[in-house]
């Protein structure tokens, strides 16, 4: 099911528990979405934009550009078929307690599958950690958060690739997340099967 809106930022009209917070951004009916931690970490307390207005940001922003997944980089980027989002969308004024992150996880969850993207990119470590406990079966206890940047990874109705923090990007952290996108998009990512000839009528059916 498509979602139909002309709004980039939080086309959904979340409303989450706070007066200052950074919305989801991009295309509703995106293919790929972007998760990172929150604006104090990954930037937009400025802006209102996710990965904007600081380092992390415009790291992160440079290699989407060149996997193909914006069309251009800034404070209001132009996405291809991209959402990007954080765990906790408010600015906070400290460090998030486990509890703030448990206030806001109703809203991810929510937003997270109405995007229903088919690949999700997760950025740093807290980010990652959700994504494999949530929508994977793998424990993240039990590997190298570190060592899953660029890799792709099999989860419950989507592919997962990580993102090391780009803060901490070594030299070719880069290139190998842009690779591996671009090898990515060369293949059915989608993983969609048309059970149309199943049901009453010609449309198609289309589960993953």
């Known amino acids: 099911m498509q979602t139909v809106t002309d709004r980039v930022s939080n086309p959904f009209g979340m409303q989450p528990p706070c007066e200052r917070f950074v919305p989801g951004y991009g295309d509703a ?8 931690d929150h604006p104090g970490v990954h930037g937009g307390s400025e802006t209102g934009v996710p990965f904007t207005d600081c380092e ?3 790291r992160l922003q440079r290699a989407l550009h060149d996997a193909g997944l914006l069309r251009t980089t800034g404070d209001a980027p132009d996405v291809e078929s991209t959402y990007l ?3 906790h969308t408010c600015v906070p004024d400290a ?10 996880e109703p809203f991810f969850d929510a937003e997270l599958r109405a995007i229903a993207a088919h690949v999700l990119l997760p950025v740093g470590e807290r980010a990652t950690r959700h994504i494999l406990e949530t929508c994977t079966a793998r424990r993240p206890d039990d590997v190298d958060i570190e060592s899953l940047h660029a890799t792709e990874l099999l989860g419950s109705g989507w592919l997962v690739m990580p993102i090391r923090e780009p803060s901490r990007w070594a030299s070719d952290d880069a290139t190998r997340l842009v690779d591996a ?6 293949t059915d990512y989608r ?9 009453a009528g010609t449309d198609r059916y289309l589960v993953r």
């Open 85 to 87: 989002s954080y765990l």
């Open 29 to 36: 009916n995106a293919h790929f979405h972007v998760i990172g």
């Open 181 to 186: 996108i671009d090898t990515l998009q060369s």
């Open 56 to 58: 992390a940001g415009r």
């Open 95 to 104: 460090e998030p307690a486990e509890d703030d992150y448990a206030r806001m």
């Open 191 to 199: 993983r969609e099967t048309d059970l149309g000839r199943f049901v």
